[in-house]
């Protein structure tokens, strides 16, 4: 009997419920700190509290495929305190998501809940706090915000959140673009380390992969259809909302535009032109190329002579069919290399 019971315990670890909170949609995933008023052993004096617990790092996973994006976020927090604390952990979700898993680590056990009545929750949440056991009442919080009561927050420890959501992205002109929110809550606390990951697959080619706030490594698949996105930022920098477009585009050339204007400003915009990767050898235009070369004696220092030949062989060698070529050479003068 022991044995179910606890199997029923650890099941209903986390679970949703819908609440009301004033609370803006758009912040950082935070954890809201208070001391323990259900721990068996009442804090015997009162100590000061972050407005929020540190977050120690972020790592994010998403998976795009025909504009559904599937995003798994891990969070860890810090409690710099010498108490158990418990706290409300508030998370934006975007207008059209849907979070599909919530879990919290005790230590090494990873703990995945469901989802039940407000009423219930509550009920269950106070009856496992009383007991000391770890659950996340996951809740709605007003629009489009999520919000989880957590305990036990041990003192001078992590504690790890997750959370998984899908949500159907905008296509504007063909662009598709993606958020997530890294800074518009970092007023209320420090954000350590973020590295992130976004796949995507696309049933068109993809075009013109760019983010605005953050540096990214791109790595493309040979047929064009298959991307991999990722970024990091260390501890210490301001953070800032990950924002990331692509266009999806099977014509030859894929176009993106990208605008902004404040109120009572001038606008701005950035246009972005790329061509398909797939050229067939029918639709390759014959071309007419002409190679400067420097052969001044400056060249003749550090092997530059040969690095030039090198480059200037790999880019006749790169010609195809039907494509002209001529070298200029200069040394205070300029030589057209003769026909023939």
Request: charge should be neutral; charged fraction near 25%.
């Amino acid at each position: 009997m022991r044995n179910r019971s606890l199997t029923a315990c650890l099941f209903l670890n986390v679970l949703v419920i819908l609440a009301a909170t004033a609370m803006s949609a758009s912040a950082q995933g935070v954890i809201i700190p208070r001391q323990c008023e259900n721990c068996p052993e009442r804090p015997r004096r009162p100590i000061q509290l972050p407005r929020a617990l540190p977050i120690k790092s972020i790592k994010l996973d998403t998976k795009i495929a025909a504009q559904v994006a599937t995003t798994h976020v891990e969070q860890v927090f810090r409690n710099d305190t010498d108490q158990t604390l418990e706290g409300t952990y508030f998370f934006p979700i975007p207008e059209t998501a849907s979070v599909s898993e919530f879990a919290i680590w005790d230590g090494e056990r990873r703990l995945v809940g469901e989802v039940r009545s407000r009423e219930e929750a509550r009920r269950i949440y106070d009856e496992i706090v009383r007991r000391q056991r770890d659950p996340g009442l996951l809740e709605y919080a007003g629009k489009n915000l999520f919000q989880a009561s957590i305990f036990p927050i041990p003192p001078r420890s992590d504690k790890k959140l997750e959370l998984t959501y899908t949500q159907v992205l905008r296509a504007e002109g063909g662009t598709v673009a993606y958020r997530y929110p890294l800074g518009t809550g970092h007023n209320l606390t420090n954000i350590g380390t973020v590295a992130g990951r976004v796949e995507i697959e696309g049933g068109d080619q993809l075009r013109n992969i760019y983010s605005p706030s953050h540096a990214i490594d791109v790595k493309s698949s040979r047929e064009g259809t298959r991307a991999s996105v990722s970024f990091a930022s260390t501890a210490g920098r301001e953070a800032q909302d990950f924002q990331l477009f692509y266009t999806l585009s099977d014509a030859d050339f894929g176009l993106t535009l990208l605008t902004h204007r404040e109120p009572g400003k001038d606008g701005y915009f950035l246009l972005m032109l790329s061509p398909k990767d797939n050229w067939t050898e029918a639709e390759y235009a014959a071309k007419d190329i002409v190679f400067v070369l420097d052969t001044s004696g400056s060249m003749a220092e550090e092997g530059k002579m040969e690095k030039a030949r090198a480059a200037l062989l790999f880019g006749v060698k790169s010609l195809r069919d039907g494509d002209r070529y001529n070298v200029i050479s200069f040394a205070g003068e300029e030589r057209l290399m003769e026909s023939g």
